[in-house]
């Protein structure tokens, strides 16, 4: 049977949507149906490499464009909340790059938009469509690694220039927004082996030089039901790239050497009492598990773990961070008069 391919409208010519929407649709055999940017010139030479089928005015008219049934988000953090609203309410299913907005407030309203628009939402955390956190899952599950007791995720990366949009507090920059959302994602996700959600213990964080509230890194404690103690940490301002998840169980451990990009690094690393063994998962884009199963969700109504519930809890975890670390929570940004 011929699944009918996705109709995909871009928000933005960013440098991430290659990866993130243009090969995993080429690969799954859908359609990029428009892009729209601020910058005609950029959306026309974004359509011309990558097979896009028009260029759309503005992104409200994007968003209008009836022959579109899936907006892709990839604009800069303050720019997620209020265009993903206006794509829910444009009766459009929403495929968002995290978090889905910039605070809880501004999450809970786009939570509610998805309810009363009857379409989908799904915030971008395509490392857990992998098989490589697939594994670390199942190791869990088979009692290989004993119970959990601690998890470690680090998600650090060199310094973006300061003139990039990610250290501006006004668009909902920081390192936790950018990076660490991640690594709070990834432990929410072991509730099912925990005996239950982590709580926050507590958090500390660093500053940005030249810019005011914008963390360049912050750690969390996290502590699970049952008893297991949970490290979120990230860095964007760090030596080098590292994007690491390590469990600990009463009978060994394993760590994936890189989960956010395991198109890069593919590697679970587990060590026991009978010795440490590699175990490589394969290096297709996680992007690519992410969207086939966003349509298989669409098309055939296969499950589908992320969607707006995980969304708002994501968001109001990471506020938590924040207050705890002594930051404010991101701002709101004003939907611009014009798209």
């Known amino acids: 049977m011929t699944v009918e391919p996705l109709r995909i409208g871009v928000l933005g010519a960013a440098r991430i949507a290659e990866l993130s929407i243009v090969g995993p649709a080429r690969a799954g055999g859908h359609r990029l149906v428009a892009v729209a940017a601020r910058d005609r010139g950029r959306a026309e030479a974004f359509a011309t490499a990558h097979g ?28 997620h909340g209020p265009w993903n609203l206006a794509a829910l309410r444009a009766g459009k299913h929403v495929l968002t790059e995290k978090p889905s907005a910039s605070n809880a ?21 395509h490392y ?33 220039p300061d003139s990039d949009v990610r250290w501006s507090l006004p668009l909902a920059g920081g390192a ?10 990834a432990l929410r996700m072991l509730a099912p082996w925990a005996g239950g959600a982590p709580r926050l213990v507590g958090a500390r964080g660093g500053e940005r030089a030249g ?20 490290s979120a940490r990230c860095h964007m301002a760090y030596d080098e790239w590292q994007m690491s998840c390590r469990l600990v169980g009463t009978r060994g451990e394993a760590t994936a050497m890189n989960f956010v ?21 394969g290096r297709r884009s996680s992007y ?18 992320l969607g707006e519930d995980d969304a708002l809890a994501t968001m109001r975890l990471i506020d938590d961070c924040y207050q705890a670390a002594g930051f404010p929570v ?10």
């Open 176 to 185: 936790l927004m950018d990076l660490g959302c991640y690594s709070l994602h």
């Open 52 to 79: 896009v089928e028009r260029v759309a005015c503005s992104y409200a008219d994007l968003v209008a464009d009836p022959e579109i049934e899936v907006v892709y988000n990839p604009l800069a953090n303050g720019l």
């Open 128 to 160: 857990l469509f992998h098989p490589v956190t697939r594994r670390l899952h199942e190791l869990l599950d088979s009692g290989e690694l004993g119970e959990l007791r601690h998890v470690e995720a680090m998600v650090a990366m060199p310094a973006p």
């Open 288 to 305: 690519t598990y992410q969207l086939d199963a966003f349509a298989a969700h669409l098309r055939e109504h296969a499950p589908l773990v």
């Open 211 to 230: 810019a005011p509230g914008v963390d360049e890194w912050l750690y969390a404690d996290l502590e699970f039901p049952g008893g297991a103690t949970g």
């Open 261 to 281: 990009q395991p198109h890069l690094d593919d590697r679970v690393v587990v060590r026991t009492a009978d010795g440490e063994r590699t175990e490589e998962l």
């Open 330 to 339: 991101r701002p709101r940004t004003a939907l611009p008069a014009t798209g």
């Open 105 to 125: 407030e501004e999450a809970a309203e786009v939570h509610v938009a998805a309810a009363k628009a009857g379409t989908v939402l799904m915030e971008g955390f």
